[in-house]
């Protein structure tokens, strides 16, 4: 810990207050004292005025501040020796152990814990051991602990050989919870044998105890389960008995202890229930999602056993909060069977109803979500689609874009897979249609119905339905238009007076003023206006395009169906009219802006086709092609999903020569059904090859980092232990010298978003002795983060400390980061509202395309979105969307655009993410990697 403080004072000054000061003063004068120490200064001169002056007093907060200023000193020399003058201190601890006073003694009894000198901790034993039948349970329950202490010491057992012994009695006797959790962790720690003993003596107490106890029995049962497996079911029955106690913190330790020592269905469904008990009874978020979590990791693992209590886990749907809906919903979805499908949908069907109530927050966003995981229900069981479909349609005039466009998106894949529904469902759209507002969800459901309408009554009811979502002919009257042309024209002409009459205006700090006008034009709506009117008039005349195709499309179906002449030569001189009055909209002067030209040879094309309508050729590919194209895509959708699944269900396999037990033939004697549960489910996974440690090894190997030279005083090493919000540095240090090293201390700061949780102590080293020193650090973001430090010791001989400086430990951002996948939609939505970006030139010795991508998907762990069928072909050139998601819930988008020119490849790779961090991370990343193979 470093404390910064301002103007600090002299040794002098201090001495002088210590000496002569009252109370206050002497308070004072110890705080600057332990605040110098804290920041490196060396006050030996002080000690014996201290011994002389603070040690007598009887103010108990005087005594506080001494024991943290004894903590911290420097109690021995150079050669690790206690210095002579600390046995003036030993006195003074004495009596304060023997004080009248509770608090002084335990306070001094939590100093000694903290004591490494056995030297100065032997003649207060027998006080120490006085203090364990103190009637205080505050004084009892650091005396346990300070017993621990020096028992855990080296040499610590000869010092209290019968420590463990007085404790295990006093653990029957004592009746304050504090102080029975202390001996039983004492004995825990110490002394396993007794541990298990006295709880193997008390099983049927174990319920009553105390949650802290009870969370000191279950790490004594993990620790005992991973040592003697065999004796696994007798201590599960304890797991059991613990999960019925009321405190939640014990039973959520339970459950993870139960998932963690056993695969028996008994056992995981157990904890499966507590888990879901949990999530219903908790009202704290951050609670729910932890849960949520544990949840996750089981469905990862015992899918079977999870599936029978997907309604339960639904039932967390009930909370207002969006993450936890979100991970509820991610959860169910995969749980989902033909067993359980009618219940989900029917809580997913009441859900979206909710959603309707206006007053609730985020109900457009909630009903997105719940539309995404009707349709990825539907896709997966379609039988279920017909009752939800027609629900759901009636949100296409939602005035949340998004979610109507999810509805729409997922009308469309039912009526291609559903061949049942193709009537209902399209009868459906067409008397909704008038009701949907949005111009890219009317341009999807007008694909439907131009795809869809087969036989003659559709045809007509379709151009019908269009014709009065488009009103009357024509879209703006010849006098309203020429009064547009004539108000912009005079309008023209007063910007023209006024640029050459004006002069510009100065503000006050010197600079021109702007001003510009907006004109806005007034969207026509209310119920007088078509919907798709309403829109045209806007201007939007790549809709008008959509609904060209569609009525051409419409037009061409009647051609195959054979209807009467005089009914089909006034649909297509309807239809033709139509489209001229979109072009001449497009020219006319009361909209602000005319019509693009790709929307006009759009209209054109269909002024072609429907001009030569009798041509079969023509008729198929706008009839039959685009639709086939769609099936196409579908296909290989659900064909890719199959594969992914199927790569995830696929399984470790054993080796031949491994032991397979067989279940009917195992010996049952004595058993208990979770026993037999528990020793079937392990040998299942030994022989599946689940138990088998696939370590990688040389990923393991690259891992570890050399943090100084073979030649330096000091050898240093760092094994990089990457979790998911921590980094975990296991640094080995070894004495190269044939000196003792006093107070090594490893000193490490961070760049980035990193910090360091604790500073590691300091540790003497004998010539050639290796320790092994853990550093924790937090991570806050995915940001390339650097370590950097160095190894400060003190040798015989020496008068300053010497220092090695380390080598710098980079942070991949590879560890946080994840492959992901996203719906198009999505990804473009994503892309249009991510601010930071960051464009990388293509810059490699490479020269096919396909091989570009995959080795910038292998090297950014990142998912390739764009489906394998458009990257097929040698054409020179490819463009591809990737896709990933960190720890900390962003996300990274990344598009390959890529061109082979003179048997090199040229391009760019650009970069978008919500946070600057992860932008400029990958993109070193990719620069670092986009060089070639190695």
Known sequence: MLIHFDKPQAANEIKEALETGDGPTKCNALKSAIMMLLNGEQLPQLFITIVR???????????????LYLEIIEKTDSNGKVLPEMILICQNLRNNLQHPNEYVRGSTLRFLCRLQETELLEPLIPSVMSNLEHRNSFVRRNAVLAVMNIYKLPGGDHLMPDAPEYI???LQTESDLSTRRNAFLLLYTCAQDRAVEVLLNNLDQVGNWGDILQMVVLELVRKVCRTTPEQKGKYMKIILQLLQ?????????CAGALVSLSSAPTAIRAASNCYCQLLQSQSDNNVKLIVLDRLLELKNNHRDVLQDMVMDVVRALASPNMDIRRKTLDIALDLITPRNIDEVILTLKKEVMKTQNRELEKNGEYRQMLVQAIHTCAVKFPDVAGSVVHLLMDFLGDSNTASALDVIFFVREIIETNAKLRESILQRLLDCFYQIRSSRVCACALWIIGEYSTDLTFVESSLAVLKASLGALPFVPQEKEESAAAE????AAAAADDKKNTRPAVLSDGTYATQVSVVESALPGGATVPNLRAVLLTGDFYLGSVVATTLTKLVLRMCELETGAANLNAAHAEVMLYIVSMLRLGESAILAHPIDDDSSDRLQVCLQVLLKASESGLRSVWLQECRSSYATMISEKQTREADESTSLASMTVAQADDLIDFYHLKNRKGMTQLELEDEVATDMMRATGSLTSAVDNERKLNRMLQLTGFSDPVYAEAYVTVHQYDIVLDVTVMNRTQETLQNLCLELATMGDLKLVERPQNYTITPGETKQIRANIKVSSTETGVIFGNIVYESTGATDRSVV??????????????????????????????????????????????AFLDHIVASTNMKC????????????????????KSVFGEDALVNVSIEKQDSKLTGYIRIRSKTQGIALSLGDKITLKQKGRN
């Open 865 to 884: 979105l764009t489906p394998l069928s458009a990257l097929e072909g040698d054409c020179g050139f490819l463009a591809a969307n990737l896709y990933a």
């Open 245 to 253: 106690t009321n405190n939640t913190a014990v039973v959520y330790e």
């Open 168 to 170: 295990e009695k006093l």
């Open 53 to 67: 002056y603070v040690l007598p007093s009887d103010d108990n907060f005087v005594q506080k501040l001494l024991l």
């Open 805 to 850: 400086v380390l080598n710098d430990i980079h942070i991949d951002i590879m560890d946080y980061i994840s492959p992901a996948s996203t719906a198009d939609v999505a990804f473009r939505n994503m892309w249009a509202e991510f601010e930071w970006e960051n464009k990388v030139a293509v810059n490699t010795s490479i020269t096919d395309v396909q």
């Open 488 to 491: 912009k024209a005079a309008a």
